[in-house]
């Protein structure tokens, strides 16, 4: 879910041409789960190929990353989640309930043909397996576009990447990247320009948001290291938060008395006892620097293979895929050879 710094952090609406050239670190588990929560039959049932293995996230990879990079000129790099920290285990725990009640509450309204109802809760019973993760690896792989596994968490990979200039920026729809010291996170990097609300069982238009972490230090008047504790006084993934405290009173707070631990103790009494992990976790995550950005021509044997042989896509589509990817890669060429001849 994400630390929740929405009221207190400005945001510049972009559009998806404004990124043209530039290359995201996208937080792969985030979007796989976009995927399969939005893309379902009407009531609510994930797609699936003819041995009932899920496919809506390969659909959704397949079809949307190839416009982005063939359409708007992004160059995208997937970053997947590793071993998750200790501290991130009630954070989970407290996910799988959600997911399981949502489940029985998807069935007995698919029962009752209540397909409305259904598919909102659908959407919140969405499980990605370690057999989806390996597919949309293999995917990504044969579409020539890199991945990288982390170590741990991936917003922090991507963000580790981010700051070495490996990435313009981050794309994910959670703020963790700037506690992890991104430079830049890009929000709703989507094509609908929708988000699906299930709670409400609306959609909301989105544009891309940038936001940028010198920006918002600059804005609020803090140090990275005073954001993070702002984060963990509202509640981040690896703690609860402060009962009573959402993010524009944790920023008084910050900002009065400087540091946590200058904090009054009514409030340090309810604050993380494991407080010293929370901020390592996030000032000095574990990350890797074995990886590989290189951007290939998709392998369209292998593709037609796995998609269609496999999990039975229309050919006719997949075919259709490779060559977007062909001319983004031909237009990139071109780009770099202009590039390099003025130089």
Request: net charge positive; hydrophobic share 40%.
């Amino acid at each position: 879910m994400g630390v929740f710094l929405t009221p207190i952090v400005k945001r510049k609406v972009i559009r998806l041409r404004d990124l043209s050239g530039r290359s995201l670190a996208v937080d792969a588990n985030n979007v796989l789960y976009q995927f399969l929560a939005l893309i379902r039959k009407p009531d609510g049932s994930p797609l699936t190929d003819s041995q009932g293995r899920v496919t809506s996230h390969l659909i959704g990879l397949l079809f949307r990353t190839t416009r982005l990079i063939s359409d708007y000129g992004l160059r995208l790099v997937f970053v997947f989640d590793g071993k998750p920290p200790l501290l991130k285990g009630p954070e989970l725990e407290k996910r799988r309930e959600v997911r399981e009640k949502a489940l029985v509450q998807w069935q007995e309204a698919r029962r009752a043909g209540d397909y409305a109802t259904a598919f909102s809760k659908a959407v919140a019973s969405s499980k990605l397996s370690r057999l989806m993760v390996e597919d949309a690896k293999r995917l990504l792989d044969l579409m020539g576009l890199p991945s990288v596994q982390a170590p741990a968490d991936a917003e922090a990979q991507a963000s580790h990447m981010a700051s070495k200039g490996d990435a313009w920026g981050v794309n994910s729809q959670d703020y963790d990247s700037l506690l992890y010291g991104a430079p830049r996170l890009v929000r709703y990097v989507t094509l609908t320009g929708k988000e699906y609300l299930p709670s409400k069982r609306i959609s909301r238009p989105l544009l891309p948001e940038l936001i940028e972490l010198g920006s918002v230090l600059e804005d609020l008047q803090l140090s990275r290291s005073s954001l993070i504790d702002l984060a963990i006084l509202v509640g981040t993934d690896f703690n609860e938060g402060v009962r009573g405290i959402g993010p524009k009173k944790a920023l008084g707070l910050v900002r009065k008395y400087g540091s946590m631990e200058a904090m009054p103790n009514e409030v340090l009494v309810e604050v993380a006892a494991d407080l010293g992990e929370v901020r390592r976790i996030f000032l000095e995550p574990e990350v890797t620097d074995e990886y590989s950005l290189a951007f290939r021509r998709p392998d369209e044997q292998g593709l037609l293979e796995f998609l269609c042989q496999e999990r039975g896509f229309s050919r006719e589509k997949v075919q259709g895929v490779v060559k977007r990817i062909n001319a983004a890669h031909s237009r990139d060429q071109s780009s770099l050879a202009s590039w390099m001849s003025e130089s």
